[in-house]
């Protein structure tokens, strides 16, 4: 396993629209487990490939306290979402140190395929709901701060770029 770079907004990058994963083998179980390192290691719930550069409909998810419940989710796609939404703060590994509130369907059904292949169903509310829709967002290049207001996003790249060249000095 590895730790892999998590690509940081406004990467344009964190833009691209995820492929569907055509066989799931050694290959795509592989990035899983550098995946989920990556997450723990981040200390994110979530994660998805879009975000360490691979551009492939795969994302990982661990919202349990212990941080030893995993759920794998490819292809995934979200067959039923709640008409009743709900508003809560989010944070992303990509936009570190930014939260803000994203109003977003309070619970979701998810198609996916599990890390062996198999087909499955997921029904989520709360917290698993919400993260699974933030981390599909991503599968389809979209980062949460592109639900904020103009000049919210605006203040965010600035502060962003700002603290990535203080890095590079």
């Not at 200390?43 to 998810?61: C, F, P, S, W, Y």
Request: charged share 30%.
């Amino acid at each position: 396993m590895a730790k892999l770079e998590i690509l940081r907004y406004p990467n344009p990058r964190l833009h691209t629209v995820a492929k569907p994963v055509a066989q799931v083998d050694a290959r795509i179980r592989a990035l899983i487990d550098d995946m989920l390192e990556t997450m723990y290691d981040a200390n994110g719930i979530g994660l998805a490939a879009t975000q360490v550069d691979v551009h492939e409909r795969v994302v990982v998810i661990d919202v349990s306290e212990e941080r030893n419940e995993p759920l794998v989710l490819i292809n995934p796609e979200i067959v039923w979402a709640s008409p009743s939404r709900v508003k809560g703060e989010e944070g992303c590994l990509s936009v570190p140190g930014i939260y803000d509130g994203v109003e977003r369907a309070e619970s979701v059904r998810v198609r996916a395929q599990d890390r062996e292949g198999a087909a499955r169903e997921i029904a989520a509310e709360g917290l698993l709901a919400v993260c699974i829709q933030h981390e599909m967002d991503h599968l389809m290049g979209k980062v949460f701060v592109e639900y904020l207001s103009p000049l919210k996003r605006t203040r965010i790249k600035t502060k962003l770029l700002k603290a990535e060249r203080e890095l590079a000095r």
